[in-house]
């Protein structure tokens, strides 16, 4: 059968989080066809993702070689493209240190045939850290060190644009969501014509965007993304913002995203451009109210000043063995039951979460990956890890 499905992969170095990764898949057999976006080609790692039939044969994997993403006007442009090439009717978003929920991917896709008013649909994202032994390469490889479910898990159902911003507010976890492929492709493409130069406004812009395209459901009772924390390439939190807003064109850009989400709003609900402008300013200012807070308060200066004095206790700190893990992780089981999963989805999602134990073993995916460990060694850099 063909696959419903394709999953956008977007590389930029970090080659053994994709061969993890695309192991993991593998050895699920996830019947979902992979476009893999490469923005920093390495000629040893793009060979063997161009025959991939030999390390991942239970994938349909499509490679696609783009110039390096040596800024964000490059990347918008590479997302933009590929989005394109997709030819399945539904499309989700993934990054290569996380990992994927069939259960609850498989459930989006089932309520997404059925009720064509919504535009995405998720489970909830688990988010989980790894304690890393001293031989393990950035992370790849280690324990369970900790679980926490994402706390945005709103369905939003209002029929009008303006409601549904109101209701479902600055909700970043629809970006790994399952969606219509028509929505990213269309989300990408405005992204790379507004040439934005935050990735924190790309972000919000995807979330705002999305609500004015469409319904957003949330399955409760399972899930359909795992996240790794520490892992991903982002946002600066500890830049100094001070010089930014001076020496960016943060502020402009806010102006834009605001625009154009005020006018997609008003062309589909015949409202007013100002009032709706007015409203997601103040979504915005709400977040970065609370984001300055948290990244720039008294706290943060703190341990900010300790990691620059004390880089190596802060390290040993922070990869301790924490021993509410297990507790982490049956509170998370707890809350799926009371939001309904039945004993046999708990059973399903067990054993979604012992794959991706196996795949961070330093055993079963260091065999694999053994041929690139030693280049990895070698590489001070974030090229493979």
């Known amino acids: 059968m063909a696959p419903r499905l394709t999953?956008?992969?977007?590389l930029r170095g970090r080659h053994l989080f994709t061969f993890r990764f695309l192991w993991h898949a593998n050895k699920c057999r996830l019947p979902y066809h992979f476009l893999i976006a490469d923005g920093k080609v390495n000629e040893a790692v793009a060979c063997r993702l161009e025959n991939s039939r030999k390390d991942f044969p239970e994938l349909d994997?499509?490679?696609?070689?783009?110039?390096?993403?040596?800024?964000?006007?490059?990347?918008?442009?590479?997302?933009?493209d590929v989005m394109q090439r997709v030819r399945t009717p539904y499309a989700m978003l993934a990054d290569n240190d996380d990992f994927l929920g069939l259960d609850g991917i498989e459930g989006s896709?089932?309520?997404?045939?059925?009720?064509?008013n919504y535009i995405c649909a998720r489970g909830h994202a688990l988010n989980f850290s790894v304690r890393t032994p001293s031989f393990a390469y950035g992370r790849i490889c280690g324990k369970f060190n900790r679980f926490y479910m994402h706390k945005e898990d709103k369905t939003v159902t209002?029929?009008?644009?303006?409601?549904?911003?109101?209701q479902g507010g600055l909700c970043h976890a629809v970006y790994n969501a399952v969606y219509r492929t028509a929505a990213p492709i269309r989300i990408w493409r405005e992204i790379a014509e507004m040439d934005l130069t935050d990735l924190?406004?790309?972000?919000?812009?995807?979330?705002?965007?999305?609500?004015?395209?469409?319904?957003?459901?949330?399955?409760r009772d399972t899930i359909s993304y795992y996240s790794q924390a520490a892992t991903s390439i982002t946002h600066e939190p500890l830049r100094d913002w001070a010089s930014h807003l001076l020496r960016s064109r943060f502020t402009s850009d806010v102006h834009a995203l605001i625009k154009r989400i005020a006018c997609a709003a008003a062309e589909t609900d015949h409202?007013?451009?100002?009032?709706?402008?007015?409203?997601?300013r103040t979504t915005l200012e709400h977040y970065y109210?609370?984001?300055?807070?948290?990244?720039?308060?008294?706290?943060?200066?703190?341990?900010?000043?300790?990691?620059?004095?004390?880089?190596?206790?802060?390290?040993?700190?922070?990869?301790?063995?924490?021993?509410?893990?297990?507790?982490?992780?049956?509170?998370?089981?707890?809350?799926?039951?009371?939001?309904?999963?039945?004993?046999?989805?708990?059973?399903?999602?067990?054993?979604?979460?012992?794959?991706?134990?196996?795949a961070l073993s330093s055993h079963a995916f260091a065999d694999f990956a053994s041929p690139f460990l030693s280049i990895a060694q070698g590489d001070s850099s974030r090229e493979w890890v």
Do not use: C
């Not at 209002?158 to 109101?166: N, P, Q, Y």
């Open 7 to 10: 999953i956008v992969l977007p």
């Open 61 to 80: 994997i499509e490679y696609v070689r783009y110039p390096d993403d040596i800024n964000y006007s490059r990347f918008f442009t590479k997302m933009a």
């Open 109 to 116: 896709l089932d309520f997404l045939d059925q009720n064509p």
């Open 158 to 166: 209002a029929s009008t644009v303006t409601e549904r911003l109101r």
């Open 200 to 219: 924190m406004l790309y972000e919000d812009f995807f979330a705002l965007r999305t609500l004015t395209l469409g319904k957003i459901h949330t399955h």
């Open 271 to 280: 409202v007013d451009v100002g009032s709706i402008a007015e409203n997601v």
């Open 289 to 358: 109210g609370n984001f300055l807070s948290t990244n720039y308060g008294l706290a943060s200066q703190i341990k900010r000043r300790i990691r620059a004095r004390w880089p190596r206790l802060v390290n040993v700190v922070q990869n301790r063995p924490r021993f509410s893990v297990k507790r982490e992780r049956a509170a998370v089981f707890s809350r799926l039951r009371s939001a309904g999963a039945s004993r046999q989805r708990i059973d399903v999602i067990r054993g979604e979460i012992a794959s991706i134990q196996s």
